[in-house]
């Protein structure tokens, strides 16, 4: 590792972790042993482009053997993986930047970022793992680029200030929970792409005034509860999806479903508690 202050002074202010040989071999993070009393201290975070992989927890910011401070975070191009609850728990981390050459990434990677506001999704990816940005409760918008086609569970549960997604189009499920508790949506604009939507997904979003599906969606499956307490829901927006759906055994008239007030009152009070699916 090189760090552009020393690891050792009064205040550490900025760290890379970087290549020391010209080998082919690429460097992989797993093993956080050594000195720790200076990390509580540093501000900015730069990994290098020879850095391959960031192990599971490697730089999780829970207890005194954290990155508790850090505020930004620059990956540079040529990582491919980031591994399980890498950044976990990092308080301070305000703003992320990563490279498209990521891959893999990790279930809660960045879960409970509580200042995290500015982070972008690398067209690497092709899903959002489960809990991935959980807890980040100062993110207020993301951008889910078209490479991504499922969003994990929980993915963005607890985003609190959450307000603007812009969503893949070609995206095809969205995870249980995956943006439960969201408190700041009121809209959503689903992809035409999209065939399934989990339990509970968007339930406790208390603003959520409309969700709308284009002409042609392939939506095929609601899960148990998707909008449970969404109480200002007024309009569900099937376009021209209304016909084979059923809870079970019950049948839904597809006139009901046209109608988006009442598909948006179903949704979320009378069909609410039961798994929807048509074939």
Excluded: H
């Excluded at 202010?13 to 990390?39: F, H």
């Excluded at 200030?161 to 969205?174: A, D, Q, V, W």
């Excluded at 909008?227 to 376009?239: E, T």
Aim: include cysteine.
């Amino acid at each position: 590792r090189i760090y552009d202050t020393s690891p050792f002074g009064d205040k550490v202010q900025g760290m890379t972790v970087a290549r020391q040989t010209k080998d082919a071999a690429k460097v992989i993070l797993e093993d956080r042993s050594g000195p720790t009393e200076w990390k509580n201290d540093l501000i900015k975070l730069t990994i290098s482009k020879d850095v391959e992989k960031i192990g599971d927890y490697f730089f999780a910011g829970e207890g005194d053997d954290g990155f508790n401070k850090v505020e930004r975070l620059i990956c540079e191009e040529g990582v491919k993986t980031i591994g399980k609850s890498a950044f976990d728990g990092c308080d301070g981390l305000i703003s992320a930047s990563l490279p498209n050459t990521v891959t893999t990434m990790g279930e809660s990677a960045f879960y409970s970022c509580n200042k995290l506001a500015t982070i972008n999704i690398p067209t690497g990816l092709t899903s959002i793992p489960e809990k991935c940005f959980s807890g980040c409760v100062s993110l207020e918008s993301i951008n889910i680029p078209d490479n991504i086609t499922s969003i994990g569970n929980e993915a963005f549960s607890r985003c609190n200030l959450l307000r603007s997604i812009t969503f893949s189009r070609n995206l095809e499920s969205i995870g249980d929970k995956a943006f439960y508790a969201c408190l700041l949506i009121s809209r959503l604009n689903l992809p035409k792409t999209l065939t399934s939507i989990g339990s509970e997904t968007f339930s406790n979003c208390p603003i959520l005034l409309g969700v709308y599906l284009p002409e042609g969606n392939a939506l095929m499956s609601i899960g148990a509860k998707a909008f449970y307490n969404c109480p200002l829901l007024s309009c569900f927006d099937f376009a021209d999806n209304v016909n084979g759906w059923s809870t079970g055994a019950t049948p839904l008239d597809p006139e009901a479903l046209s109608d988006e007030f009442t598909a948006a009152t179903y949704l979320k009070t009378t069909y609410s508690e039961s798994q929807w699916s048509r074939p």
